[in-house]
């Protein structure tokens, strides 16, 4: 079955720039989608197909996608942004979605 | 406003029964394949199901398949998930998600609590 890899934890200051990594076999072929999750509170998506952003999601938040890599990037982050954050796919070979295995972002 | 709501969680035994529920609204139910999601307490997200808008599609995770049904009845706007045989390991918040384009869970509902426990 298809692995989805993150990272378990990063940690930033204020208004620095949070990389969170997924790595996949040949994941740049794929659709990644990305979720932020809240203490007690359902996932929402703030990035889908690669790098597009849901309405509502500020600019800060942006991804990308090439060979065995996706990342999800935060600019500028605030103390709200603290949560955790899945990645996601189709996977076709199986047809399963697959959720990565998440990151806790800090803010220091 | 979309809005989706489950209902049906609780405590259970060992090898029992229970069958969750989900209600939509503010959207056009038999438009949309739909999907369950569990958390494990403390745990990561783990896809359970997903059925097409016509019911014509339907897959199951390893882990659920045989012993978990999920349906739809888009006359009443509303999810189910029949699940049987359940296990200790399948205590965790289920999510009902809506799919949206590109394979997105695009709404979710606020979840309902399975514990599975003598």
């Known amino acids: 079955s298809y692995v989805l890899t993150q990272p378990p934890s990063v940690s930033v200051a204020p208004g620095q720039t949070a990389r969170i990594t997924c790595g996949g076999n040949?994941?740049?072929?794929?659709?990644v989608h990305w979720y932020q999750q809240k203490p007690g509170q359902a996932p929402v998506l703030v990035v889908y197909?690669?790098?597009d952003r849901p309405s509502g999601i500020p600019e800060r938040f942006s991804g990308s996608n090439s060979g065995n890599t996706a990342t999800l990037t935060i600019s500028r982050v605030e103390a709200g942004d603290e949560a955790d954050y899945y990645c996601q796919v189709w996977d076709s070979s199986s047809d399963h979605y697959v959720f990565g295995t998440g990151t806790k972002v800090t803010v220091l | 406003e979309v809005q989706l709501v489950e209902s049906g969680g609780g405590l259970v035994k060992p090898g029992g029964s229970l069958r969750l529920s989900c209600a939509a609204s503010?959207?056009?139910?038999?438009?949309?394949?739909m999907n369950w999601v569990r958390q494990a307490p403390g745990k990561g997200l783990e896809w359970v199901s997903s059925i097409s808008s016509s019911s014509s599609y339907i897959y199951y995770a390893d882990s659920v398949k045989g012993r978990f049904t999920i349906s739809r009845d888009n006359a009443k706007n509303s999810l189910y998930l029949q699940m049987n045989s359940l296990r200790a390991e399948d205590t965790a918040v289920y999510y009902c998600?809506?799919?949206?384009?590109?394979?997105?869970?695009?709404?979710w509902g606020q979840g309902t609590l399975v514990t599975v426990s003598s």
């Open positions: 197909d690669d790098s």
């Open positions: 998600a809506r799919e949206g384009a590109g394979g997105t869970f695009d709404y």
């Open positions: 503010g959207f056009t139910f038999s438009s949309y394949s």
């Open positions: 040949n994941i740049g072929s794929k659709s």
